[in-house]
């Protein structure tokens, strides 16, 4: 007799799961469509028109135009014609607000790298760790040319660091161009911060090994070391690769040491190159990094691929140098070029540019240390100063056309050295 009841009861409560269900779904669907609201709102605050209602502000419009007249422009072929060059794609905010006029000598020392769309995830840490003026040649391909300029306005828009402090080149082959982003929402849905757009680059990460671009397309990466050089208007350089990272406080350092001591016009001063296995943490000063180097978790840079490449640093040496904390920056040691070194360094940028005849795997640092050598400079070893890569090179991790290109760029550097010769014709040293 209680049976009427308990169907009663049970009716009830699922009438009210049903409610609960229904009120879900319809939460859902407004969150959804907030949600694709917030991105359509998003990606027109970004590549839309400045016209309409919500018009973002006037400075993110000023961006926009400039990226737009870049694009315009329709960039300039480097020397082999092979390459279109968009010199200042976006410019930092540090470069805008130069004085016109203004010479290299009023701002000191600026960093250089060079990448593809797949390590450019790299800038995130390597920003991090510089916080100073930093240059980025960045070469593209078939759809990463697209894809690349939306992400770097992407970057400048959404952080204020990149925006303050980033210039922006891009490289491309000749019959390509770049265009400005504004019917490609698929891309950029979920963009909503730094963050997000870091997140976004990490998908392209190691999309394909160093150098084995798809179709066959050379990587210019002396091309690209000189795009980078030449936007970073300063009186020294230091270019290094992407998915390296210099010491802690090395600008400041740096200046301090000028301040000192007067350079000489021909020379350049040297940081010993290392590199530490993924999972350690990078080191910071010297006292960290000769820790982890005397229990083998650092070591030096293409030991095991090409020791005889850096070993003219004399890594010992320089180890077993003791530097006190906070002791200023100095010249350790001064050294004389001999093959096959290949050091990075702090150069002035009056010194001779990379030979852009040099692509792929190859000699291409070499030849440029080579001619500095012949051209006279000396390579001051700093004290306490390095640069570090990012995980172990090993053999095996290279493309499979690695031993063809280094055959290849091995005759071309002969002829280079043969060139020489001719380039600096007083000068008595040879390679």
Not at 103 to 132: F, K, Y
Not at 278 to 283: E, S
Not at 356 to 385: D, M, P, T
Request: charged share 25%.
């Amino acid at each position: 007799m209680h049976l009427p009841k308990k169907c009663s009861v049970f009716k009830v409560v699922l009438s009210a799961l049903l409610v609960v269900a229904l009120l879900q779904l319809i939460y859902l669907s407004f969150l959804s469509k907030f949600h694709g609201k917030q991105q359509r709102y998003r990606y027109s605050e970004l590549f839309g028109g400045s016209g309409k209602k919500n018009a973002p502000h006037p400075e993110v419009n000023s961006r926009k135009e400039r990226l737009r007249y870049s694009l315009s422009t329709g960039g300039i072929f480097d020397r082999s014609g092979q390459y279109r060059v968009y010199k200042n794609l976006i410019k930092s905010d540090f470069t805008t607000n130069r004085k016109p006029g203004s010479d290299a000598g009023s701002h000191v020392l600026a960093l250089a790298t060079h990448t593809t769309i797949n390590n450019l995830h790299h800038l995130d840490s390597l920003l991090e760790r510089w916080q100073q003026p930093l240059s980025v040649a960045i070469f593209a391909h078939g759809q990463d040319v697209k894809f690349v300029t939306a992400l770097v306005y992407a970057l400048t828009f959404f952080c204020p660091q990149i925006q303050a402090l980033v210039d922006f080149h891009l490289v491309c082959l000749s019959g390509e161009m770049a265009s400005f982003p504004e019917q490609d929402r698929e891309h950029f849905a979920g963009l909503e911060d730094c963050a997000s757009v870091f997140t976004r680059l990490e998908t392209h990460r190691d999309t394909y090994k160093n150098y084995a671009i798809s179709g066959n397309v050379s990587y210019p990466n002396n091309l690209l070391r000189n795009v980078a050089r030449g936007g970073a208007e300063s009186s020294y350089v230091l270019v290094i690769d992407i998915d390296m990272v210099p010491s802690a406080d090395l600008h400041r350092q740096f200046l301090e040491m000028l301040t000192r001591r007067e350079p000489a016009a021909d020379e350049v001063f040297v940081l010993p190159a290392f590199e530490i296995r993924h999972v350690r943490k990078l080191p910071a000063t010297k006292s960290e990094l000769v820790q982890l180097y005397q229990v083998g978790e650092v070591r030096p840079f293409y030991e095991e691929l090409c020791p005889r490449c850096q070993a003219p640093t004399n890594y010992s040496r320089w180890v077993n140098s003791h530097v006190r904390e906070n002791s200023p920056l100095e010249v350790a040691y001064t050294l004389s070029w001999v093959d096959p070194w290949e050091p990075f360094y702090i150069g002035p940028h009056t010194a001779p540019l990379y030979d852009e005849n040099f692509k792929q795997y190859g000699f291409n640092r070499i030849s440029q240390a080579c001619e500095l050598h012949v051209a006279g400079y000396k390579f001051s070893v700093l004290s306490a100063a390095f640069v570090v890569h990012r995980g172990f090179k090993v053999q095996g991790e290279f493309h499979t056309r690695k031993d063809e290109e280094n055959k290849r760029n091995r005759i071309l550097f002969r002829s280079f050295k043969e060139s020489l010769k001719t380039k600096y014709p007083s000068s008595t040293r040879r390679c």
